[in-house]
């Protein structure tokens, strides 16, 4: 039995709507972004990708030539055309850790206006419990006679930088609804994709998302904290963190020690975590830990930099290397490059930069530090090169031609990115994380 083709309306076309409305119409749906933000509906338009993710510039190029998938502004139009509805618009945090659900209301109010007949929508922004009750309340209420809405939950699992990779091979599908001929048609519309599907209650699925960010943040703090234990005992975290991966029970993945993470999701979801438990009267105390531990291993990593240099950066000329919150995106946000390079700086250091990819917006976000796409022009005349994301272009460098481009042979690496006997052979002065 083939694969039936649905008619698909994405609301928000970012790093997940963009990926998800490409990836199903690829596999055959018919799909309409829609996204408020003139400037990167024109640039789709145009053809021309406004986030930089590997494999997506080819996937929406041959969909929008097949007529599967095409781009507006107006909300209306991919409502009009769709029986589905994926809502995939931001949720960042407010200031005090709570969710800012103003674009998610704004989505669904479009969705209630526009809809002449009854829709299914599939929630994918990552929501706190309790949202997709409220999502159909406020459907309901501002319904035409006759249109009703079904909300399922639908949380988004793929990784910025290999994000077109992971939908094709997602580990899970996780639906949960109130209607089972609800769920049921959403498992349908994602059945190409092949993966495994867990079909559940709407918050039991709504906190299946915050509970496993918060479980890969907690891993990578808790190998951060390892990590800085064995800066004590002389023991190389790289080799207990291979030991505990061997057991099954706990793997090798997310046991790489550094500067902790960063960007759109881990860390404004173990806050919102946080808030959800905080609400229901609990106090969730590793989650607590997790997020100071992240905060301060950036500031750890400074004060190994300034530790270094007898506690005085003034007037020094540090080579930050990788800007971007990982490598293979473009994507800035609560990146640790910039918490680091704003301590360097208010230390009096003078920071050079280096991105493969993120130049061209890390620029808007800081002013006067120069960015380069050539790692060794960053490095040129700089007197320590810090490795802050593990781009292979960082990972590759010419050793031999960094020497010669530092003023001093220092390497601070945030990412334990290089071996550190190699390191020293080299004539490096090197210092890692977690390493004796
Ligand atoms: P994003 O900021 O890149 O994209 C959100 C888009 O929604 C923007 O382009 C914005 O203009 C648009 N938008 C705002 N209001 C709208 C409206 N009323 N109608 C239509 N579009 C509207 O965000 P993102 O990174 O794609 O994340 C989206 C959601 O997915 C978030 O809840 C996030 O937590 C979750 N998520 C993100 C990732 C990730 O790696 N980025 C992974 C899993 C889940």
Redesign the pocket.
């Known amino acids: 039995m083939g694969n039936e083709s649905m008619r698909i309306g994405v ?9 998800s409305g490409a990836c199903l119409a690829e596999v055959g749906h018919r799909v309409v972004c ?4 003139e400037r ?1 509906i024109a640039s789709l338009l145009r053809g021309e990708m ?2 930089y993710e590997a494999g997506l510039e080819e996937l929406v190029r041959s969909n929008v030539e097949r007529g599967r998938l095409s781009f507006t502004t107006e ?1 209306k139009d ?1 409502v009009e055309a769709s029986e589905l509805l994926f ?6 945090a407010l200031d005090n850790g709570d ?1 800012d659900m ?9 969705i209630a206006e526009a809809a002449r007949e009854s829709k299914i929508v599939v929630m ?4 706190p419990v309790g949202t997709g009750t409220m999502a159909e309340t406020l459907l309901r209420s501002r319904a035409r006679p006759g249109v009703s809405f079904e909300v399922v939950s639908n ?6 930088g290999t ?1 077109v990779h992971d939908t094709f091979h997602m580990d899970r599908i996780v639906v949960g609804a109130t209607s089972d001929a609800a769920a049921e048609r959403v498992l349908a519309a994602l059945a190409p994709f092949g993966a495994p599907a867990l079909k559940t209650n709407r918050e039991s699925a709504e906190l299946i ?1 915050y509970a496993s ?1 918060s479980f890969l943040a907690t891993k990578i703090s808790f190998i951060n904290e390892m990590a800085n234990v064995c800066e004590k005992v002389g023991a190389d975290i790289g080799m207990v963190a291979k030991g505990m991966g061997m057991d099954k029970r706990i793997g090798p993945s997310f046991l790489n020690a550094g500067i902790g993470y960063g ?3 881990l860390p ?2 173990t806050r919102a975590q946080l808030f959800i438990a905080e609400n229901v009267d609990y106090d969730f105390k590793i989650m607590r830990a997790v997020i100071e531990v992240n905060q301060l291993q950036r500031q750890r990593f400074v004060r190994k930099v300034r530790a270094a240099f007898d506690g005085d950066l003034a007037g020094k000329t540090l080579a930050v290397m990788g800007l971007s919150f990982k490598p293979n995106t473009d ?1 800035l ?1 609560d990146a640790p490059s910039l918490d680091i390079i704003s301590m360097l700086l208010q230390y009096g250091a003078k920071v050079r930069a280096y991105d493969p990819v993120s130049a061209p917006k890390a620029a808007a976000l800081l002013p006067g530090v120069p960015i380069f796409d050539d790692p060794y022009e960053a490095l040129q005349g700089s007197d320590a090169m810090l490795v802050v994301t593990e781009w292979d272009q960082v990972r590759t460098i010419d050793l031999d031609r960094a020497k010669l481009a530092l003023r001093l042979p220092i390497v601070f690496d945030g990412r334990n990115v290089f071996d550190a006997d190699t390191m020293r052979e080299r004539g490096f002065r090197y210092i890692a994380v977690g390493k004796p």
């Open positions: 609301l928000g076309a970012g790093y997940v709507g963009l990926v829609a996204d408020p933000d990167k406004p986030i909300a991919a809502v995939a618009v931001g949720t960042p969710v103003s674009q998610v209301r704004s989505a669904l109010v479009g994918k922004s990552t929501v949380p988004e699992f793929l990784r910025e994000a998302k960010n960007g759109f999701c404004k979801d994507d946000r």
